[in-house]
């Protein structure tokens, strides 16, 4: 995959790192060549930024179907929705249950994939407050707070979200509402079983395109490779050590489920947990874009999917024996060439769904019958 705009081209379209609400939504003349797009927006990020501020706090959730195309598929962990009304419909739901939602831009990482095909990696900060029925977790203590990190990465054309990959730490959120991530996930799994299982085909299609999968790299000079190196390091070779070579020894890390730690050994200790579950385990990074920030630092995101048997005990409770998809997002902070952070976002709470029994049949691993 390569990009038809330089990583660090349009130097005036700039990130959300450090700037104030008030600076983010200041209305500008157009900064950068925006085919198609409606006159408000001055830049892509400003189209990022603005349209989620307009939809989520504004509460002007008909401007989805001015912002998604009318055939869009929404992936996430737990299943994909397709077609802008139930976009609109999920927005509806999510707004009747918080009502004071505050969708904070912590940073959108982009790229311009082809001519007018833009793409961007958006990371937010949710705040807000239970006041109705939480359809992902049900019942909960009226007036329950939650603030969950999520990433989403949106393909855009000429004003329209024509594909979106959704990464929320829901786990993390179903603690906050005083919930077992592990018994919600239970429910789930039980309505899985239910009904037509072709409904869950999405997943095999997934787990076998991650398979097949063949890493591409970025152009020469591209930022991402570094983070690239490392995770293949990491999850193809399991050399650890050498792929924390290039990371920061104070490097910040957060991870999915309240892990937050420092230091080069926090990080191997979170890429080792995940992959030391999974068996025959493949991993692919399926989209990469970086963008300059501040003090001369670069942000790097890398969308990314992973599979595997779960045939070791860990994190996710015992061994299952099932087939497992994650799929995510991890947002990088370069300095000097150096790893300095690494925010990493998946739904840890679907992969607990798989594990417990959701989510459709197993596929069979590579040379099983």
């Given at each position: 995959?390569?990009?038809?705009?330089?990583?660090?081209?349009?130097?005036?379209?700039?990130?959300?790192?450090?700037?104030?609400?008030?600076?983010?939504?200041?209305?500008?003349?157009?900064?950068?060549?925006?085919?198609?797009?409606?006159?408000?927006?001055?830049?892509?990020?400003?189209?990022?930024?603005?349209?989620?501020?307009?939809?989520?706090?504004?509460?002007?959730?008909?401007?989805?179907?001015?912002?998604?195309?009318?055939?869009?598929?929404?992936?996430?962990?737990?299943?994909?929705?397709?077609?802008?009304?139930?976009?609109?419909?999920?927005?509806?739901?999510?707004?009747?249950?918080?009502?004071?939602?505050?969708?904070?831009?912590?940073?959108?990482?982009?790229?311009?994939?082809?001519?007018?095909?833009?793409?961007?990696?958006?990371?937010?900060?949710?705040?807000?407050?239970?006041?109705?029925?939480?359809?992902?977790?049900?019942?909960?203590?009226?007036?329950?707070?939650?603030?969950?990190?999520?990433?989403?990465?949106?393909?855009?054309?000429?004003?329209?979200?024509?594909?979106?990959?959704?990464?929320?730490?829901?786990?993390?959120?179903?603690?906050?509402?005083?919930?077992?991530?592990?018994?919600?996930?239970?429910?789930?799994?039980?309505?899985?079983?239910?009904?037509?299982?072709?409904?869950?085909?999405?997943?095999?299609?997934?787990?076998?395109?991650?398979?097949?999968?063949?890493?591409?790299?970025?152009?020469?000079?591209?930022?991402?490779?570094?983070?690239?190196?490392?995770?293949?390091?990491?999850?193809?070779?399991?050399?650890?050590?050498?792929?924390?070579?290039?990371?920061?020894?104070?490097?910040?890390?957060?991870?999915?489920?309240?892990?937050?730690?420092?230091?080069?050994?926090?990080?191997?200790?979170?890429?080792?947990?995940?992959?030391?579950?999974?068996?025959?385990?493949?991993?692919?990074i399926e989209h990469w874009a970086a963008r300059p920030l501040p003090n001369d630092e670069v942000a790097v995101a890398l969308r990314w999917a992973a599979c595997g048997v779960h045939a070791s005990p860990g994190a996710w409770g015992p061994a299952s024996g099932r087939d497992i998809l994650v799929a995510g997002s991890s947002h990088y902070v370069l300095r000097a060439g150096r790893i300095v952070r690494d925010q990493t976002v998946f739904d840890e709470l679907a992969v607990l769904r798989q594990?417990?029994?959701?989510?459709?049949?197993?596929?069979?691993?590579?040379?099983?019958?």
């Amino acid at each position: 995959m390569t990009h038809s705009v330089a990583w660090n081209q349009h130097p005036q379209v700039r990130s959300p790192v450090g700037r104030t609400i008030g600076d983010l939504l200041q209305v500008r003349e157009r900064q950068q060549p925006l085919q198609g797009f409606d006159a408000v927006y001055s830049d892509f990020v400003d189209y990022i930024v603005r349209c989620t501020h307009r939809i989520w706090e504004e509460k002007d959730i008909g401007l989805c179907r001015t912002h998604y195309g009318e055939d869009v598929v929404m992936h996430t962990l737990a299943g994909p929705a397709r077609g802008r009304e139930a976009v609109v419909q999920g927005t509806l739901g999510a707004l009747a249950a918080y009502a004071d939602r505050q969708v904070v831009a912590e940073d959108v990482i982009w790229s311009e994939d082809a001519p007018a095909t833009f793409y961007s990696s958006h990371r937010i900060t949710s705040r807000s407050t239970l006041e109705g029925r939480d359809a992902l977790y049900g019942n909960a203590v009226p007036g329950a707070a939650q603030m969950a990190t999520t990433v989403a990465d949106c393909l855009v054309r000429e004003n329209l979200i024509v594909e979106e990959w959704l990464f929320r730490d829901n786990a993390r959120a179903a603690l906050q509402m005083g919930h077992s991530p592990r018994e919600v996930a239970q429910a789930q799994a039980e309505a899985d079983r239910v009904g037509d299982g072709s409904r869950h085909a999405w997943r095999r299609e997934w787990m076998q395109k991650v398979r097949a999968a063949e890493q591409a790299w970025p152009e020469a000079g591209h930022p991402a490779e570094s983070p690239m190196r490392m995770l293949r390091a990491a999850w193809g070779d399991d050399l650890y050590g050498q792929a924390a070579a290039g990371v920061s020894p104070s490097i910040e890390v957060r991870w999915p489920t309240g892990r937050r730690g420092w230091g080069r050994g926090y990080l191997i200790g979170c890429l080792v947990q995940l992959r030391a579950q999974l068996h025959d385990f493949h991993f692919n990074i399926e989209h990469w874009a970086a963008r300059p920030l501040p003090n001369d630092e670069v942000a790097v995101a890398l969308r990314w999917a992973a599979c595997g048997v779960h045939a070791s005990p860990g994190a996710w409770g015992p061994a299952s024996g099932r087939d497992i998809l994650v799929a995510g997002s991890s947002h990088y902070v370069l300095r000097a060439g150096r790893i300095v952070r690494d925010q990493t976002v998946f739904d840890e709470l679907a992969v607990l769904r798989q594990v417990l029994g959701g989510l459709g049949t197993d596929v069979p691993a590579e040379g099983q019958p």
